[in-house]
């Protein structure tokens, strides 16, 4: 008896709150099918029309035109070609999703027949290939798939709503370049922002949320070894680069094993040196290229710090005068790691078990690849931010994995499977912000 009046009250409490959630989620499903006729060949023209980090000119058109028909107020150029589009649909809070745009130099070898053969000029003079080997193609059609659903379903949310479509992302310029000019003061600020990955090790259908450090920092670091040049006969008449270079390879070596606290991960990788001409000539100078991943910032710092101090200290342990000592050079091409707020990651892991089931909701763990979203919440206002991965890999393809290994990101062979991927990441991105934007 007392059962069953327990679950009568359930029923009566629960049942409006689930009926309207069913509804919702069949009113989102009827809509993104109606979508995919129309967004699927976009798919494919931004596939098969790639443009360069920094020169996204007619993508960023593109979406923007489309933001502006959906009654979206749109802001082209911001911070390069990016674009920054609002809805204020009532009171409420603002929720941000992005979008990046940028594709790659390389030559697409996927043999889809929407393929890439589209070739530019970098920025170093050189023709290349260029594709969309990041997925930013998928990203973008999602985007403008939930644009579409949400702009559609103003009914069932309040708040304000800022698309963000973002250039250079593989150079990790755009998200600053859309900061410095303004994109937290010209437009309303977001309490929370979102975006999503294609994942190339996840099956299409299924979504991946890590909490917390999602992605690293990266570095890339330049070290000039600097010598005295001479004969190879010689040796005792020059400050010999190569020898140098050798030891600094090896001592850098130690500062993951030696100085860095074992429970932190860090990577220090050596990915090129180049030196001398000659078998008998002993060079003016060895160049060195390196990758530097962490997640904290204080491992990084130390990173970068001992990098400084062990070439210098070698130089100096080699005879060389100061004026002599390595160069070292942090570029440009640097991001911090990207970290999901653990409340906002669990809350977008909720939606998803409920939207997709736990089989299609994957825990994903932390992974040392950079992105430049993580930005927007390293501000002042240190605004919640998460990005989840997004299922690529036709399920087949899938359970083969372990005989024939999955094309990564980047590779010319990497190249989503439409669907379910399409479908899956507008469900995912409108049923987020429709929790976080709830009336
Ligand atoms: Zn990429
Ligand atoms: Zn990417």
New binding site residues.
């Given amino acids: 008896m007392k059962l069953r009046c327990l679950s009568l009250l359930l029923i009566t409490c629960c049942a409006p709150a689930c009926f309207g959630a069913g509804q919702l989620r069949t009113q989102v499903a009827s809509r993104v099918a109606e979508l995919y006729p129309q967004l699927e060949p976009l798919y494919k023209h931004f596939h098969s029309h790639p443009e360069l980090s920094l020169h996204e000119e007619q993508t960023s058109k593109r979406l923007a035109d489309d933001l502006d028909q959906l009654g979206f107020t749109v802001a082209r150029r911001v911070g390069g070609h990016g674009v920054v589009a609002v809805i204020k649909n009532g009171n409420g809070r603002t929720v941000l999703v992005r979008t990046d745009m940028d594709a790659?130099p390389v030559t697409e070898q996927t043999g889809a027949p929407y393929a890439s053969i589209v070739k530019a000029t970098d920025d170093k003079g050189n023709t290349v290939g260029v594709m969309h080997?990041?997925g930013?193609d998928m990203h973008m059609t999602v985007f403008l798939g939930a644009a579409r659903v949400l702009a559609q379903l103003k009914d069932n949310w309040q708040g304000t709503l800022v698309m963000i479509a973002q250039p250079a992302?593989?150079k990790v310029q755009g998200a600053k370049a859309m900061l410095a000019d303004g994109l937290f003061t010209r437009f309303p600020k977001p309490d929370y922002c979102l975006a999503l990955h294609c994942a190339p090790d996840l099956p299409a259908g299924s979504v991946g949320v890590t909490e917390g450090y999602a992605l690293a920092n990266v570095d890339s670091v330049d070290i000039v070894i600097r010598g005295v040049s001479g004969h190879g006969a010689w040796p005792h008449k020059t400050k010999d680069p190569i020898v140098l270079a050798a030891q600094t390879v090896l001592a850098l070596q130690t500062i993951v094993s030696r100085e860095t606290d074992p429970t932190q991960p860090a990577v220090v990788t050596v990915g090129s040196i180049h030196g001398g001409t000659k078998h008998n000539i002993i060079p003016d100078e060895v160049k060195l290229q390196l990758t530097l991943r962490s997640y904290s910032d204080d491992v990084r710092k130390h990173t970068i710090e001992a990098i400084n101090r062990m070439t210098r200290g070698l130089a100096q342990a080699a005879g060389l005068p100061e004026d002599r000592y390595p160069v070292v050079t942090i570029a440009d091409e640097s991001s911090p790691a990207t970290y999901n707020n653990p409340e906002l990651a669990q809350r977008v892991m909720s939606v998803f078990r409920t939207w997709f089931g736990d089989d299609r909701t994957i825990a994903t763990k932390p992974i040392m690849?950079a992105e430049d979203f993580g930005l927007l919440g390293r501000t002042d206002d240190k605004i919640p931010v998460c990005m989840f991965w997004l299922g690529t890999v036709d399920p087949q393809r899938f359970a083969q994995r372990a005989s024939e290994p999955l094309p990564a990101?980047?590779s010319s062979k990497f190249l989503p499977v439409i669907e379910p991927t399409f479908k899956t990441g507008v469900t995912a991105m409108t049923a987020v912000v429709l929790d976080l934007l709830a009336k």
Avoid: F, S, T
Wanted: negative net charge; contains cysteine; charged residues 20%.
């Fill in positions: 790659l080997a990041c930013h992302e593989e690849g990101l980047h």
